[in-house]
């Protein structure tokens, strides 16, 4: 099948503890994404923007949109808020293909944003609840960390392999981690460090767990037939998906597999017409390290159980044969929540066309990226390639 | 032009103070617009789904999405949250018509949701105050009827006839939903009892308000070619547009013209290809009776100032020259938030099918739909025809 659109320009602030407002790292995104177009591009041309936000904390929790267009300098434009929790980014790319698709633009901004440091940490666990199950979940004072923990939990009891190989998630994202510069955490650590750091919700310690970030992320999406009037080397979206499971994990049959993944990750390869041996690296939601395993096996490149063997064996690395978030991940790079997904694509940007530094893959000419919503209810798949 | 998607199901709870839960509100509005669908619709071929709402007040402020598909029976298809404070509801529309004109799904479901009379009275005013500008407005404490009344006062100092006209505008929307089954104030208000009302932020009084509302509403959206399988009178949406401005009114350079209505009309009545004399009836925005006024005119069916003059000649009224707002509007029908853009959407699928019982049109057969973000930062407008 052809391709869908084409991303043609990505700009990215440094994820971290930021001492810079919410609007200021939009506008610093914004502003990179546009310098990033190789053969220019007018401001005017953008006939559309979407925001991913959660909000966080209280800045600006509804109509954000509209702060979209007046960081990037396009007055009127219409702007729209798109929100599935940590895949809200995913979902804005994908809703930003679809307009560009339905001919209603012919290029699109996508930002995402969170500034989740200015919160307290009483209120943070609050504003991280909002995102899982309200009725059963968050009210029991289940958090996040207490949901994967159990997912964590259930996996490693059916797969002994799987705790060595939770360690060496954490390990391998680190060291990707540590040469991104626009990561939070650009350190390695060790396998026994992971190991005596604190436990959080076992067998999840503070390793296994993404940080709270700050950082905004943009990109720019043309439609297929004009992205060659801004770059000689556009990033094409070929396939997307999306799914969605419920809220409350005790509703679901199995709980080591998201079924939105399964859901999205069929869709998106169905439409891009394209088989898993051809992806060359994969971006995938490691809000804790279970979840990079879980990806694995619920995107389909291993089977069920299977992740674990292929992370030890060092397949995921970056030297592997399939290498997966060579960005560091949610794990080291951060994770700021409305800007996610739109950083995974900004990843993908840079490797396929050979702009990634020193962690730069070799050969890479497809890639696959996935965002999760919550404990899996709602989640995105984008699968790209260059040329 | 051609048809860009259409309506062929709509489903609405009634809207007010309700002892209903919000996976409740959104299972009823969802049935009712399945059980609409004149020649029966099988869910499965449901294969996409839009929840708008502002998550009012911390019920499931994130991945509400994904109580969309569980409550509408919907095991896995994607859903979004789309989230333009009170405009959401036509955001999600608009949306989910670019997700048909995509070629993404031929049949798409929108909800919109709110529950806001759970939130005490106190909590309230913040969770209002959020779609407002942070930094400026809501942090100094103006509310949105403070916004508003700044507004107004502009419009009757510029205008003197004004004054009369927000009082005409309470009286007919009341009148109006003293005729709609499913509106939350069934009761006609005289001149007199508006202008003795206590005032909330001069010159406008407690009639001159929106209430507070809880209430869904749902709508069933297929592309154009394949409507008829569904209904023989399908309500096409032929043209759709959004804009957006500042946050901050402060920033605006005219109080009483909103740049983002303007936007979306001029790209609304492009996209349509039809005139403003072609619209048999209106469904605006009149949070407060300002709005409705603003509307008029940012919408170009009266030249600026022109709005009063208008209304008080009665050409708004059921039996005028243009109807405005039949089911009552906002004003007297109720503003469950991310519910209204939806509701009115259902307004004119009822009026342009012959079905809204005694508050029925004659002889309508365009209709036009506003809904605002806000104070103004974002606004959507919609054109539909039957046939």
Redesign the interface.
């Known amino acids: 099948m052809g391709h869908r659109a084409a991303i043609v320009g990505a700009g990215h602030t440094r994820f971290g503890a930021l001492d810079v407002g919410p609007r200021a790292l939009v506008r610093e995104a914004v502003d990179e994404a546009f310098r990033s177009v190789d053969l220019g591009v007018d401001r005017a041309a953008v006939g559309e ?1 979407f925001l991913a936000t ?2 966080f904390g ?6 954000a ?3 979209l ?2 960081e990037a300098g ?12 940590c ?1 809200s980014g995913g ?1 804005a790319l ?2 930003a ?3 560009v ?4 633009a012919d290029l699109v901004l996508v930002a995402g944003l969170e500034k989740m440091t200015d919160v307290p940490s009483a209120r943070r666990r609050y504003w991280l609840g ?5 009725e059963w979940e968050r009210s029991a004072g289940l958090t996040f960390a207490g949901v994967y923990g159990l997912i964590a939990s259930r996996y490693v009891a059916d797969h002994p392999e799987g705790r060595d190989a939770l360690e060496e998630v954490a390990v391998k994202n680190h060291e990707n981690g540590a040469l991104n510069p626009k990561a939070q955490f650009q350190k390695r650590v060790t396998r026994e460090a992971v190991r005596a750091a604190p436990r959080v919700a076992d067998p999840l310690g503070l390793y296994d767990c993404c940080p709270v970030s700050d950082g905004a992320a943009a990109l720019l999406i043309a439609s297929a037939d004009t992205a060659r009037r801004y770059t000689d080397t556009p990033v094409f979206v070929d396939g ?8 409350a994990v005790q ?1 679901r049959a199995d709980l080591t597999r998201f ?2 993944t399964r ?2 990750a069929d ?1 998106a390869f169905h439409s891009a017409g394209v088989d898993r041996s051809e992806i060359s690296f994969l971006e995938v939601h490691d809000c804790f390290t279970i979840a990079e395993l879980l990806a694995l096996e619920d995107l389909g490149f291993a089977a069920d159980g299977g992740a674990a063997r292929m992370t030890l064996d060092g397949e995921t690395r970056r030297d592997g044969r399939l290498p997966v978030n060579p960005d560091g991940g949610l794990k080291a790079k951060g994770h700021p929540i409305g800007a996610t997904g739109v950083s995974q694509a900004y990843e993908v940007f840079l490797q396929l066309r050979g702009a990634a530094g020193a962690r730069q893959l070799s050969g890479a000419s497809r890639a696959l990226s996935h965002n999760v ?2 404990a899996g ?2 989640a995105t798949v984008t699968i790209y390639s260059v040329g």
Chains 1, 2 share one sequence.
């Open positions: 923007g959660l909000g209280g800045w600006q929790i509804g109509n949109s509209a702060v267009a007046e396009l007055a009127g434009v219409p702007t729209t808020r798109v929100e599935n929790a895949a979902t994908r809703t293909v679809r307009a698709e339905s001919g209603g909002v995102s899982g199950d309200t997307l998906g999306a799914g969605s499971d419920f809220l509703e079924g939105a859901w999205a869709e919503g919550g209810a709602t």
